[in-house]
């Protein structure tokens, strides 16, 4: 499994996006089934604009099972507001940390990313140990 984050669903729906190219080839090289979170898909929305075309193919895309959603539950909020206090100094917004927050309890390490700077700062808890975040890129 592997989760994505805001900046690559962006550039895959919108051509006009820098890494489009680069982002599509990655996809394209993925075998494992992605995930990601209602608070990255508000970014994704918000950026693209939700009458936009790339917002209708970003909703085909899920809708058609080519990503699922995680949705976090009361705890996992919890967990997503505590990362962001850990990380106030960096800032983390609520999407990176939703995604850090399914990590741990999908037990997976991979994030399809472009902002490799934030998350290779970001590390996984699993029990008393931290864990570095696998960046797809």
Do not use: N
Not at 74 to 82: G, H
């Amino acid at each position: 499994m592997i989760l994505v984050d805001t900046g690559p669903l962006v550039a895959l729906f919108d051509p006009k996006d820098g890494l489009h190219d680069r982002c599509r080839r990655t996809l394209r090289s993925l075998r494992a089934p992605l995930v990601t979170t209602v608070p990255v898909l508000t970014e994704v929305f918000h950026i693209l604009s939700p009458e936009s075309i790339g917002s209708d193919r970003v909703r085909d895309f899920v809708m058609q099972g080519g990503m699922r959603t995680w949705h976090c539950d009361d705890d996992a909020l919890a967990r997503s507001f505590e990362l962001m206090e850990q990380y106030a100094d960096h800032p983390m917004d609520l999407a990176d940390a939703s995604l850090v927050t399914a990590a741990e309890r999908l037990g997976t390490r991979r994030i399809f990313t472009v902002d490799r700077r934030d998350f290779s700062t970001y590390r996984l808890r699993r029990g008393h140990r931290h864990h570095e975040i696998e960046i797809v890129s």
